[in-house]
């Protein structure tokens, strides 16, 4: 374990143009020294600094990681990093252009537009760890960017298309838009037709319950039992659905979809839930990664 880490906050530019914001942490150890990468992706409606998500990549390079957390360019978060203040991002959101923001942080990372100038970052070694709806992108970008070499996802979706209500669906059909509500602030905010276009016209390279069966790489699911947002049985889905040879499910009990934890998140302490979840996920990356 290292005593100190050093951070790096910064952007790149998305395949729009748009700013990916991340924070770079890295141990603070020997010049040169040359370090494998986890990159972290946040769910719907989420963002990098959320709840206790920076403690966690505290904890990932004090055991000798260097961590890529980032903003989706089109999460709607922009450079005040806590609110939802860009909404015209949020409403055009799609996992395309998700999966393809991971495809420039990789890109950047081996161009070294993404880097520190005290550590080595190795692109040969790169886990890839999402919450949500990251860990459904999480899954197919395992599949589709031969760099990565782990893989965890913490309460996954196993197939986005499914996730939309038919009352979404006629909202999308009569209106063009339908409207999410984030449940922590009370604001509303649209959501375009194109968001569940893009899942379906591009599900073969989409989807996660698809896309799983390409990924050979070590890879542990995890989800909470008692999860109100996405059932367990998805990340049972994906399990099953994995070809890989060296794979683990673990479903944490008395833990919902954030492992009880919220935002924000003020608490000396992990929950047990969060801790559990944290120490199996670390255990995987130093087991595989390291």
């Known amino acids: 374990m290292y005593s100190s880490i050093s951070k790096i906050i910064g952007k790149i530019p998305s395949t729009e143009n748009l700013p990916i914001h991340y924070d770079l942490l890295v141990p603070v150890t ?39 957390a980032f903003n989706m360019s ?41 880097s520190s100038d005290k550590v080595i970052l190795d692109t040969d070694r790169v886990g890839i ?40 669906k006629k909202d999308w059909q009569t209106k063009g838009f339908t409207e999410i509500k984030n449940s922590r602030t009370g604001e509303i905010l649209p959501l375009d037709k194109i968001t569940f276009d893009d899942g379906i016209e591009h599900a073969d390279q989409l989807m996660a319950i698809k896309r799983v069966q390409e990924i050979y790489i ?39 979809h954030t492992f009880q934890v919220s935002h924000p998140f003020e608490d000396d302490d992990f929950p047990p839930e969060f801790a559990e979840v944290l120490d199996l996920t670390e255990g995987w990356f130093l087991e595989h990664l390291k």
């Not at 010049?31 to 990932?60: C, M, N, R």
């Not at 589709?144 to 309460?155: F, K, R």
Request: glycine fraction near 8%; hydrophobic fraction near 40%; proline fraction near 4%.
């Open 30 to 68: 020997t010049a040169g020294t040359v370090l494998p990468v986890i990159l972290f992706l946040h769910g719907f409606k989420g963002f990098k600094d959320w709840g206790a998500f920076p403690d966690v990549y505290e904890e990932f390079a004090r055991s000798g990681f260097a961590v890529v």
């Open 74 to 114: 089109l999460n709607g978060v922009g450079e005040g990093m806590f609110e939802f203040d860009e909404p015209e991002l949020f409403r055009r959101q799609t996992l395309s252009q998700d999966l393809k923001d991971v495809g420039s942080v990789i890109s950047a990372i081996k161009d070294k537009s993404l």
């Open 218 to 256: 070590p890879s542990m699911f995890i989800a909470g039992k008692d999860d109100e947002a996405v059932p367990v049985s998805e990340t049972e889905k994906l399990y099953r659905t994995s070809p890989a040879y060296d794979k683990e499910i673990r479903l944490i009990d008395n833990a919902g």
């Open 129 to 168: 760890l999402g919450h949500s709806r990251g860990g459904h992108t999480a899954v197919t970008a395992a599949a589709e960017y031969s760099e990565i070499q782990c893989l965890v996802t913490w309460a996954a979706v196993a197939d986005y298309n499914a996730r939309w209500s038919d009352e979404m």
